[in-house]
């Protein structure tokens, strides 16, 4: 289902199509479709927007890319003890137990980038505090080296728009160049990696890979199940 509800403030009916696309704009049957698992599947939510060409899979798979099953497109049994764990890792004391080390960050951050606006340069408030921060938040709760958080936004950008965005042939092929290797970096630190990411990535990889979805893509990315 395409959930919308942001953009259509008062819908004429709880649900309607749109563009194709089946409309749910009430609370409770986003709650309901998200609930069934039974009638409606997550497995496509990782599937790429732009099918991804011969080459630039090749390129992916010479370094062992693949999505396993997450979060996000993890339809089977094994969501719950997944988001178990990660619950355990993001838990409100450990949240709390951060704040005087992020409090100092932002601070420290923030500082920097008043100082380069005092001195007349353009700053980019995105890239230099809000994008830095919580990735490095994130980093500590998961017990990964902070610096390393550079190397992850690379990664996720380039993936962003390599599986979200409207890249033409020759931009996928740079994209996959660049996710490729980063891939396979973080695999590694992952693989051998203690503490939170370490049990994290060595639930994931035990979990089964999502059914198998549509070859047609869907911007619901929530596609009900043939009966």
Known sequence: MLFELWKHPRPAAPAFRRDGQVVVASHRLAREVLADRE?????????????VPAGPLRKLAS?????????????TATHGP?????????????????????TGLARRTAAV??????????VDLDAA????????ALARLMDLDVAATREVKRFSR???ELFWGDPDPERQRELAEAVGPFHALLRARA????????????RTARTPRPRPCSSSWSRARRRPRSS
Request: charged letters at 20%.
């Open 191 to 202: 693989a051998s990696a203690g503490g939170a990411t370490g049990t994290c990535a060595r």
């Open 158 to 160: 380039a993936a962003l």
């Open 39 to 51: 009638r409606f599947s997550a497995a496509n939510a990782l599937d790429a927007v732009v099918p």
């Open 129 to 136: 505090v809000s994008s830095e921060v919580p990735l490095a």
């Open 63 to 75: 370094h062992r890319f693949r999505l396993p099953a997450t979060l996000a497109n993890n339809d």
């Open 113 to 122: 980038a008043a100082h380069r606006l005092r001195a007349g340069e353009d």
């Open 82 to 102: 997944i988001r178990e764990r990660f619950g355990e890792v993001f838990a409100p004391a450990r949240v709390a137990a951060l704040r005087p080390w992020l």
